[in-house]
């Protein structure tokens, strides 16, 4: 982990408020990022992937969002994919794609369409095997990183079920068009995509065709859940590390601002906010690594605790940096943008009250 954190740090560097502000993280950091492993860090050796537990994995995933949450949510996007490819694909599915997962390519998962938010069951596109081929035709909205990616893994009805399918981006009949203006994470590359009769190898299609479409979405989105949730433990340290720093150095009413009361407690709330995020992403990896029966529902409370932490907790960064941090290019600003979209995303804060309250209905008597 110590050496891909290093890596990280140095392919971030400094430049996270620019690629913020541009809207863009340069082609050649996201390739990078891919060639060394770093945006599917779980992936084994054997695919030239890192061979990360979920634990370690989070790790990196916190730095990551520590440092820059557009490229956190890269990662987040080709750990499903790769996590996707691993479960439904075949053996020789997973030797075609997983090292290219690791070796510079990018991906984008694409589930989301207008008329299908929450409500994946709402899914229009539809993808069918057709002889020696399968067939794609829907349209995908805010997909996270399409505006870099080489290949999608687009889910969509097949049949009485559903099925997953890696389209690359320059297959005829695919149009990615660019999301302007999102409100955060604006480096992340979201992208709506159009997918007009697009005719590829059978091949394309993941082994886990005409499965219920529950099992297939949840199986991506566990993963995603957990990728998020340690992306906003990250958020948070910065945050509070930004926090700190400042209260120390301001002195207004003739001392630091550590030193009055109410901005003290803004401190001692981000760092219960920062640790119990943690906790919750510590306990639902454990689950993950050791393939515990827990992991589905740990991971949707890890989610919902660490984005709302991150949104109180990137809200009263702002507060105490005040007009320091109320500003586009400051850390603490993006965070505050970036740590709101985090509630909405792979399952949004009230989907995930549902799910959990569906969980304490079927523990109980
Ligand atoms: P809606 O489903 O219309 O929901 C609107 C509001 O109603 C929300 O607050 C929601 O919580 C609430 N709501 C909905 N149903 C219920 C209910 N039953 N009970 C109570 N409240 C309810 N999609 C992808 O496929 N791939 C990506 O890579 C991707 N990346 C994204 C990145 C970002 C930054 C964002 C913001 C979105 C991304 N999305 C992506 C889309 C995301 O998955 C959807 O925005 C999300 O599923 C919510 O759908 P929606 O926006 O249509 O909201």
Redesign the pocket.
């Known amino acids: 982990v110590a050496a891909a954190r290093a890596a990280l740090t140095e392919l971030v560097g400094d430049r996270a408020d620019e690629w913020d502000r541009l809207g863009r993280i340069p082609e050649p950091v996201v390739r990078e990022a891919s060639r060394r492993g770093l945006l599917c860090a779980q992936v084994g050796p054997e695919y030239g992937g890192a061979g990360l537990d979920s634990r370690d994995n989070g790790e990196l995933t916190a730095h990551a969002g520590s440092l820059c949450s557009s490229l956190r949510?890269l990662m987040?996007?080709q750990g499903m994919a790769a996590w996707t490819v691993q479960r439904f694909g075949s053996a020789e599915q997973r030797r075609t794609f997983l090292p290219r997962l690791t070796g510079g390519e990018v991906v984008?998962?694409?589930?989301?369409?207008p008329e299908?938010?929450?409500?994946?069951s709402r899914m229009g596109t539809e993808i069918r095997r057709d002889g020696d081929e399968v067939r794609i035709r829907g349209s995908?909205?805010?997909?996270?990183?399409?505006a870099y990616a080489d290949l999608l893994a687009v889910?969509g009805t097949f049949g009485d079920g559903a099925a997953v399918v890696l389209v690359p981006t320059d297959a005829p009949g695919v149009r990615v068009e660019r999301l302007a203006d999102?409100?955060?994470?604006r480096a992340?590359g979201?992208a709506d995509v159009h997918l007009d009769d697009v005719r590829l190898p059978a091949g394309r299609l993941l082994g886990g065709a005409g499965m219920p479409l529950a099992m297939l979405a949840t199986s991506a989105l566990t993963y995603g859940r957990l990728s998020v949730a340690w992306g906003c433990a990250g958020i948070l340290r910065a945050c509070l590390d930004a926090t700190t720093r400042h209260a120390r150095r301001r002195v207004q009413f003739g001392k630091p601002l550590a030193e009055h009361q109410l901005i003290a407690r803004h401190l001692a709330e981000l760092t219960v906010g920062e640790q119990v995020a943690r906790r919750c992403c510590e306990f639902a990896s454990a689950c993950w690594d050791e393939g515990s029966p827990q992991t589905g529902t740990q991971t949707v409370l890890a989610k919902y605790v660490a984005s709302r932490e991150a949104v109180k907790g990137a809200a009263a960064a702002v507060q105490v940096l005040a007009s320091r941090g109320a500003r586009d290019g400051h850390p603490v600003a993006r965070a505050y943008r970036d740590a709101k979209?985090?509630e909405?995303?792979?399952?949004?804060?009230?989907?995930s009250?549902?799910l959990l309250a569906e969980h304490a209905l079927s523990e109980s008597m």
Do not use: N, R, Y
């Open positions: 949510s987040t996007s984008g998962v694409a589930f989301s369409e299908a938010g929450s409500d994946l995908k909205i805010w997909t996270t990183g399409a889910f999102p409100m955060g994470c992340a979201h979209l985090m909405i995303i792979e399952g949004s804060t009230e989907i009250q549902l």
